[in-house]
């Protein structure tokens, strides 16, 4: 598990651009110029990232993501405020 520790810079550099950066790379999604010092969309990357962004795609991993969050509160053992 990674924690931030005594480098929150550093946590913030790896959760949310290394890590899913190394993602893309070992998916096939971008490949490393190392000439450029850069990475670089494949063409299989760039045609999933426009299709994930079309509808129905778009809506339906929306709504994946919801039905997620929502199971991942309702196993949490915290009490429902009284209104």
């Known amino acids: 598990m990674d924690t931030v520790g005594d480098d ?4 913030i550099r790896r ?4 890590v899913p950066q190394a993602h893309h790379v070992a ?3 971008n490949y490393v110029d190392e000439m450029a010092r ?7 990357g760039a045609i999933l990232s426009t299709w994930k962004l079309l509808p129905p795609i778009k809506q339906i991993r929306l709504a994946w993501e919801r039905l997620a969050a929502a199971r991942e509160l309702g196993n949490l053992k915290v009490g429902r405020p009284v209104s």
Not at 8 to 11: E, I, M, R, T, V
Not at 15 to 18: G, K, L, N
Not at 38 to 44: A, D, I, L, Y
């Open 8 to 11: 929150p810079d550093g946590y």
């Open 15 to 18: 959760v949310d651009f290394e």
């Open 27 to 29: 998916c096939g999604y």
């Open 38 to 44: 850069v990475q670089r969309m494949t063409w299989k």
